[in-house]
T-cell receptor
Framework: GENVEQHPSTLSVQEGDSAVIKCTYSDSASNYFPWYKQELGKRPQLIID?????GEKKDQRIAVTLNKTAKHFSLHITETQPEDSAVYFC???????????FGQGTRLTINP | GAVVSQHPSRVICKSGTSVKIECRSLDFQATTMFWYRQFPKQSLMLMATSNEGSKATYEQGVEKDKFLINHASLTLSTLTVTSAHPEDSSFYICSARGAGALTDTQYFGPGTRLTVL
């Protein structure tokens, strides 16, 4: 079945620096890759997603890159701020099924 | 747009009782809803997938007789934890996926924290 590996599990960066979280997936037919941000005790919030027909997508300080050949995609956060501190999850669909498989999560801490 | 609500947000019950959790898509029709369980500091574990008007599809290891799922309309799915025990204590989150432009994206409810005494 589909497997999604996410690294690192924890990440601590200085405010203003960039943060990068990486995920790899196993199903080459996967065509949609969302990233969710979850603050403590709250719901996961979709922050950005990318489809397999593009290699990069950007939304202000957040960007996602996709390498279909290598089957990995990454979340990039620039000019980090304290409010970026949260747990981030990547996900990929199981082709032919309706469900997403989630990565293990990355706890991002922005140090002031 | 794409708002999902969940009720209740928190519930405490005695062992052996049943608890019903509701998940509603407020501004779109959810052709598919998903139920997840999340343990502290862990990822989202999919329990089941429900499509409106049909039986839910449960993930391996999830007891369908214990976790009853009903998706009676395009805006409402319910999860009933039957004969709850302390090991069922967890954070339960639903998500909903729509049609058309919303087909791929899952929007999550705020979650329900269940504590079984």
């Amino acid at each position: 079945g589909e497997n999604v590996e996410q690294h690192p599990s924890t990440l601590s960066v200085q405010e203003g620096d960039s943060a990068v979280i990486k995920c790899t997936y196993s199903d080459s037919a996967s065509n949609y890759f969302p990233w969710y941000k979850q603050e403590l005790g709250k719901r996961p919030q979709l922050i950005i997603d990318i489809r397999s027909n593009v290699g990069e997508k950007k939304d202000q300080r957040i960007a996602v890159t996709l390498n279909k050949t290598a089957k990995h995609f990454s979340l990039h956060i620039t000019e980090t701020q304290p409010e970026d501190s949260a747990v981030y999850f990547c996900a990929a669909p199981i082709q032919g099924a309706q469900k997403l498989v989630f990565g293990q999560g990355t706890r991002l801490t922005i140090n002031p | 747009g794409a708002v999902v609500s969940q009720h209740p947000s928190r519930v405490i019950c005695k062992s052996g009782t049943s608890v019903k959790i509701e998940c509603r898509s407020l501004d779109f029709q959810a052709t598919t809803m998903f139920w997840y369980r999340q343990f502290p500091k862990q990822s989202l574990m999919l329990m089941a997938t429900s499509n409106e008007g049909s039986k839910a599809t449960y993930e391996q290891g999830v007891e369908k007789d214990k976790f009853l799922i009903n998706h009676a309309s395009l805006t409402l799915s319910t999860l009933t934890v039957t004969s709850a025990h302390p090991e069922d204590s967890s954070f339960y989150i639903c998500s909903a996926r729509g049609a058309g432009a919303l087909t791929d994206t899952q929007y999550f409810g705020p979650g329900t924290r269940l504590t079984v005494l």
